[in-house]
């Protein structure tokens, strides 16, 4: 079992930046690829980050790419997702997950976090 417990979102004002984080849980993390999706309600969950287990590895959301940054720090069990400019429409709850099943850019993953929530102002 892996539980992954996120931190870090807020309020902010469009144009600024927050700094998502994600502690998991257990002695896998090292091994386990990561990813940060996102959720406006009465929407589907989207892709927004992924990193592979040894950092190698990154991917983003067109949309995000160039502004949000995902890392990991294998030996504090964590995850990030730094989030510069942000916009209105990056208003949502933010999710990390791991135990990917397929495609990374799909929901299809084991474990999630209980989700933390980002609202940029206009």
């Known amino acids: 079992q892996v539980q992954l417990v996120e931190s870090g979102g807020g309020l902010v004002q469009a144009g600024g930046s927050l700094r998502l984080s994600c502690a998991a849980s257990?002695?896998?993390?090292?091994?386990?690829?990561m990813a940060w999706f996102r959720q406006v309600p009465g929407t589907e969950r989207e892709f927004v980050a992924y990193?592979?287990?040894?950092?190698?590895?990154?991917d983003y959301l067109d949309s995000v790419n160039g502004r949000f940054t995902i890392s990991r720090d294998n030996a504090k069990n964590a995850v990030y997702l730094q989030m510069n400019n942000l916009k209105p429409e990056d208003t949502a709850v933010y999710y990390c997950?791991?135990?990917?099943?397929?495609?990374?850019?799909?929901?299809?993953?084991?474990?999630w976090g209980q989700g933390t929530q980002v609202t940029v102002s206009s």
């Open positions: 997950a791991t135990g990917r099943l397929g495609d990374y850019r799909s929901t299809n993953y084991d474990y």
């Open positions: 257990g002695r896998t993390f090292s091994s386990r690829d």
């Open positions: 990193i592979q287990y040894n950092g190698l590895v990154r």
